[in-house]
């Protein structure tokens, strides 16, 4: 349910007409403070920046967003204060129709913000700060664009002098829950999205399920600066597909990614 003090903060983003007809008369003591939306970008552009897209909490792994906030003028007057990540993602359609629920009463001031993503067991990760003045009389809205850092996928290959070609395809395990936006098909199912068309290895390797002739790919090949996340590898080894579920960096960062394919003992048997 809306309360009023969020109804209000919805409806002063529009005009005043709206809130004129809305019946949403702001009280004297209206709550300020700062309404945080956030989403996160993709980091890897061998695609190109326009290419990179947008990414869901589910998407990033992050679970937990916590606020460290400093009063500028009192920096004794500090805290620490944690959404669920879900409550603050936003987004651009999200964001005109509806307030985000990661809110945090403060009075008007200027204030510095850190925000940080939490994993259980691990340190957390610092994933943008700045200072905000929380205006009086009306809550701030304060946009993030977040991006997790990269990490290092390196996909060991074996028995490839026993096969012709192969062809590999990263692609999202689940786009519609890691995706900001996604195609549907004509049933409304998800489209599968491919990962990346010109990603290439440290020794020329593609994932764009481009046919490669098996000679001399054994060992580790290194993809270097792959966004963090739960992916599907379609691999098809002379014609006989696989696919396979490959988590790079799900684990926190500073994470060592690797995943080992039999070329000649694909788990799909």
């Known amino acids: 349910m809306l309360d009023l003090a969020r109804a209000c903060r919805l409806r002063t983003r529009f005009a005043a007409l709206v809130l004129a007809l809305a019946g949403c008369v702001y009280p004297s003591d209206a709550p300020t403070g700062i309404e945080f939306s956030w989403r996160f970008l993709e980091t890897e552009a061998s695609d190109g920046d326009d290419a990179r897209r947008i990414l869901t909490c589910d998407g990033s792994g992050v679970e937990t967003i916590a606020a460290m906030v400093e009063d500028i003028d009192a920096p004794a007057r500090e805290g620490t204060f944690r959404f669920p990540c879900d409550d603050g993602f936003q987004t651009a359609d999200d964001l005109a129709r509806s307030a985000s629920e990661a809110f945090l009463e403060l009075d008007a001031g200027d204030y510095d913000v850190r925000l940080l993503s939490e994993h259980p067991g691990a340190d957390a990760e610092v994933l943008a700060d700045r200072s905000v003045d929380v205006l009086g009389r009306a809550v701030t809205l304060e946009l993030w664009q977040l991006s997790l850092a990269p990490v290092d996928w390196t996909l060991t290959l074996s028995s490839a002098a026993g096969c012709t070609d192969f062809a590999l395809g990263l692609y999202y395990a ?45 060992g580790g090949h290194l993809f270097a600066g792959v966004d963090r996340g739960t992916y599907r590898l379609e691999v098809t080894v002379d014609g006989l597909a696989c696919a396979i579920e490959v988590e790079i960096g799900t684990a926190g960062p500073g994470a060592v990614s690797t995943t080992t394919v039999d070329l000649a003992a694909l788990p799909c048997g």
Do not use: F, I
Request: glycine share 12%.
């Open 174 to 218: 689940d786009p519609q829950g890691s995706l900001g936006e996604v195609n549907l098909d004509e049933d409304g199912d998800p489209m599968p999205v491919l990962y990346r068309q010109k990603l290439a290895s440290d020794r020329g390797l593609g994932v764009a399920d481009a046919t490669t002739a098996c000679a001399d790919q054994d």
